[in-house]
């Protein structure tokens, strides 16, 4: 069983802003690393944005700047705001529990949720 639900994605214009939601059902959310992760049609998938137990957040090069990630540990929840979005941010975005050098996910994949970027 899969331990998140992500939510949040939609279609906007360039420029335009959303934020994606993804909930933890496990136990011990405060203590863990989750990251962001995103699918285009035909690309392979790929991290977008990690944030430690300690609110420690890194993101890749291309999303640098207009995503922020944050987390409410009373809500078992991490966040994905992302803005200034672009056509090639259309994505299914994903997000799963990170290992403990945040450099892997550890668990099966969601649904994502679907944002998409288009005038």
């Known amino acids: 069983q899969v331990p998140v639900v992500e939510s949040g994605g939609g279609r906007v214009p360039p420029g335009g802003s959303l934020r994606l939601s993804c909930v933890w059902f496990?136990?011990?959310?405060?203590?863990?690393?989750m990251g962001w992760f995103r699918q285009a049609p035909g690309k392979q998938r790929e991290l977008v944005a990690t944030?430690?137990?300690?609110?420690?957040?890194k993101y890749v090069d291309s999303v640098q700047g207009r995503f922020f990630i944050s987390r409410d540990d009373t809500l078992n929840t991490v966040y994905l705001q992302m803005t200034s979005l672009q056509p090639e941010d259309t994505a299914n975005y994903y997000c799963?529990?990170?290992?403990?050098?945040?450099?892997?996910?550890?668990?099966?994949w969601g649904q994502g949720t679907w944002v998409t970027v288009s005038s």
């Open positions: 799963n529990r990170m290992s403990e050098d945040v450099s892997s996910p550890l668990d099966s």
């Open positions: 496990g136990p011990l959310f405060s203590n863990m690393a």
């Open positions: 944030i430690t137990g300690r609110n420690f957040v």
